[in-house]
């Protein structure tokens, strides 16, 4: 089979059934066959997974500094343990991440301070849901910039 027949059928693979694909290019690599690689898919997929992972971060970062926001700033009880359970569940999943993937540690601030406005944003809407009395006074005293630090967001306290 020639290069270009190889990757035409290994592009129909790649739209069949993905899961055979990434088995098939498993058996390739593993055979030291790298010339019959799909590798234009194989660049897509891995930018792809670099990307998803990035942003599962980003995620799990502006959930926790929205309710970072909520703790620090309602004084409301009933949904308090609720807030602090949805941070020590996200700290877990990064810590988790940062474990097998420990270079996405280097991107925590930058991260931090991108989700914050989004974060405040989450935060400001569940107050005008709930809290609707408070709202112009959480609007002047919730911070526009984020004032937690990398440690503040990941720290795990338990």
Same mark, same amino acid.
């Not at 989700?115 to 935060?123: D, F, L």
């Given at each position: 089979?020639?290069?270009?027949?190889q990757?035409?059928?290994?592009?129909?693979?790649?739209? %069949? @059934?993905?899961? #055979?694909?990434?088995?098939?290019?498993?058996?390739? +690599? !593993?055979?030291?066959?790298?010339?019959?690689?799909?590798?234009?898919?194989?660049?897509?997929?891995?930018?792809?997974?670099?990307?998803?992972?990035?942003?599962?971060?980003?995620?799990?970062?502006?959930?926790?500094?929205?309710?970072l926001?909520?703790?620090?700033?309602?004084?409301?009880?009933?949904?308090?343990?609720?807030?602090?359970?949805?941070?020590?569940?996200? %700290? @877990?999943?990064? #810590?988790?991440?940062?474990?097998a993937?420990?270079? +996405? !540690?280097?991107?925590?601030?930058?991260?931090?301070?991108r989700?914050?406005?989004?974060?405040?944003?989450?935060?400001?809407?569940?107050?005008?849901?709930?809290?609707?009395?408070?709202?112009?006074?959480?609007?002047r005293?919730?911070?526009?910039?984020?004032?937690?630090?990398?440690?503040?967001?990941i720290?795990?306290?338990?």
């Amino acid at each position: 089979m020639d290069g270009a027949k190889q990757i035409t059928e290994s592009d129909s693979l790649y739209d %069949r @059934d993905f899961a #055979a694909w990434v088995d098939e290019q498993v058996r390739l +690599l !593993r055979a030291g066959d790298l010339a019959a690689l799909d590798t234009a898919h194989l660049i897509e997929e891995m930018e792809s997974l670099g990307i998803s992972e990035r942003n599962a971060l980003a995620s799990r970062i502006a959930t926790i500094l929205e309710h970072l926001i909520k703790l620090d700033h309602s004084p409301e009880e009933w949904p308090r343990q609720g807030w602090q359970n949805t941070v020590d569940r996200e %700290r @877990d999943r990064i #810590a988790r991440d940062l474990d097998a993937m420990p270079s +996405l !540690r280097r991107l925590i601030p930058d991260m931090i301070h991108r989700e914050y406005p989004r974060a405040r944003r989450e935060a400001m809407r569940s107050f005008m849901e709930h809290e609707r009395e408070r709202v112009a006074h959480y609007e002047r005293t919730v911070p526009l910039e984020c004032g937690y630090s990398a440690i503040d967001v990941i720290k795990y306290n338990k």
